[in-house]
T-cell receptor, first 115, second 112 residues
Framework: DTAVSQTPKYLVTQMGNDKSIKCEQN?????MYWYKQDSKKFLKIMFS???????INETVPNRFSPKSPDKAHLNLHINSLELGDSAVYFC??????????????FGAGSRLTVL | AQSVTQPDIHITVSEGASLELRCNYS??????LFWYVQSPGQGLQLLLK??????LVQGIKGFEAEFKRSQSSFNLRKPSVHWSDAAEYFC??????????FGAGTQVVVTP
């Protein structure tokens, strides 16, 4: 059983299109995250939800909209895709702490290529 | 603001040799520190973490790390590297709500 699963694993699309990436975790965690890894392998947080509530919202274009229908799912919808959106998007989950002592479990990543 | 520096972008090591990856952090309070590994085409796997207590932390796959507050460092070590250890290694510090700040990563190449 995959703990944090993302679909699709690969996504190739044209500029201007809209696409979604889905994430599900079966670890019983209450907090989920989206991270972006650029072509230089740099990882940066985008969003985090705790029990369906948005708790971290980094400086991300409005074209990116996360949605968490329940605490086991976190989806990422991207409108009007641009070349610079090409990256690997990682979903992660953890149990909540406010101290920062969260241990994140990552999914395998979704590689988005915008042509 | 918290930050993490991994001074070595790329390290080449012979199989069986020892490995040390450097990590320096900047954080105002007690840091929560992590090392993750990313094998080619894979996600990130937690190797080990430091929250408090013993400053020498043991992890999976034979890795260990030592927290040194005076040097703001959290270096990762392995006594004898295997070919399967070739990967990208990330050091990270955690802020509130589990927001991980990652270093730029160190790519490890293992030669026969």
């Amino acid at each position: 059983d995959t703990a944090v699963s993302q679909t699709p694993k690969y996504l190739v699309t044209q500029m201007g299109n809209d696409k979604s990436i889905k994430c599900e975790q079966n670890l019983g965690h209450d907090t989920m995250y989206w991270y972006k890894q650029d072509s230089k392998k740099f990882l940066k947080i985008m969003f985090s939800y705790n029990n369906k509530e948005l708790i971290i919202n980094e400086t991300v274009p409005n074209r990116f909209s996360p949605k968490s229908p329940d605490k086991a799912h976190l989806n990422l919808h991207i409108n009007s895709l641009e070349l610079g959106d090409s990256a690997v998007y990682f979903c992660a989950s953890s149990l909540r702490t406010t101290s920062g002592a969260n241990v994140l479990t990552f999914g395998a990543g979704s590689r988005l290529t915008v042509l | 603001a918290q930050s993490v520096t991994q001074p070595d972008i790329h390290i080449t090591v012979s199989e069986g040799a020892s490995l040390e990856l450097r990590c320096n952090y900047s954080y105002g309070a007690t840091p929560y520190l992590f090392w993750y590994v990313q094998s080619p085409g894979q996600g990130l796997q937690l190797l080990l973490k430091y929250f408090s207590g013993d400053t020498l932390v043991q992890g999976i796959k034979g890795f260990e790390a030592e927290f040194k507050r005076s040097q703001s460092s959290f270096n990762l070590r392995k006594p004898s590297v295997h070919w399967s250890d070739a990967a990208e290694y990330f050091c990270a510090v955690s802020g509130s709500w589990g927001k991980l700040q990652f270093g730029a990563g160190t790519q490890v190449v293992v030669t026969p």
